[in-house]
């Protein structure tokens, strides 16, 4: 398969990298069983991703036969793929999840999520770090978006 | 807001690829951000304050 990333494209995400601190793993999780049109696309896109930073990392995982691994990430659905920090040998659970193929604008949103996973640091206001502090139920967020 | 607690879980769905996740929620236009299956929503963009809001909104109810 020809590859996604252009020449220009990955010179600003190295750019972009730059900025980039501790080590982060994008676990992937593909299916066998669900109709996982893309899957190969991501693995691949991801793959090119990856590769532009010796601080990043693929692992990739099937959501049927490494259920448990699916379950820790709170996966549930194929093709998606979570931003884990990556501590010594210790994957950790961020919850920043991707389902579906991060392409066009939704790109940028992969390479910021990686930046903000891989600093350790939401960016958020103090108020709002308050808010989640305290919260004490689970608090599930869909954001729904296409590559146009 | 994932990264700040356990309790959140962030997903960025893909609308094409999962439809029938987007029908069920009634998203016609991006970005729209369900939360917790429904409780709350936020149609376009969501902006932090906002996004507090709405889901101290849906977890009132």
């Known amino acids: 398969m020809e590859k996604f990333l252009g020449p220009d494209v990955e010179k600003q995400v190295r750019e972009m990298f730059q900025g980039l601190k501790e080590p982060v793993a994008v676990v992937f999780f593909g299916s066998k069983v669900v109709h996982c049109e893309y899957c190969k696309e991501i693995h691949q896109l991801l793959g090119e991703v990856v590769a532009l930073s010796p601080l990043l990392s693929l692992e990739v995982f099937d959501l049927e036969e490494n259920a448990e691994m699916a379950a820790r990430f709170r996966v549930d659905k194929a093709p998606s793929f979570v931003l884990a920090a990556k501590n010594g040998d210790q994957l950790e659970d961020t919850g920043v999840i991707f389902a579906g193929i991060p392409a066009q604008y939704e790109f940028t949103s992969l390479i910021d999520g990686l930046l903000m996973v891989s600093q350790r640091d939401s960016g958020l206001n103090e108020a709002t770090r308050q808010f989640l502090a305290g919260l004490t139920q689970p608090v599930h967020l869909q954001v729904f978006v296409t590559p146009t | ?61």
Do not use: C, W, Y
């Open chain 2, 1 to 61: 807001m994932a990264l700040e607690t356990r309790m959140v879980k962030a997903e960025m769905v893909e609308a094409m690829e999962f439809q029938d996740l987007a029908m069920e929620f009634g998203v016609s236009g991006v970005p729209h951000t369900i939360i917790n299956a429904g409780a709350g929503e936020i149609v376009g963009a969501a902006p932090e304050n906002r996004l507090v809001m709405e889901i101290s909104q849906a977890l009132k109810q």
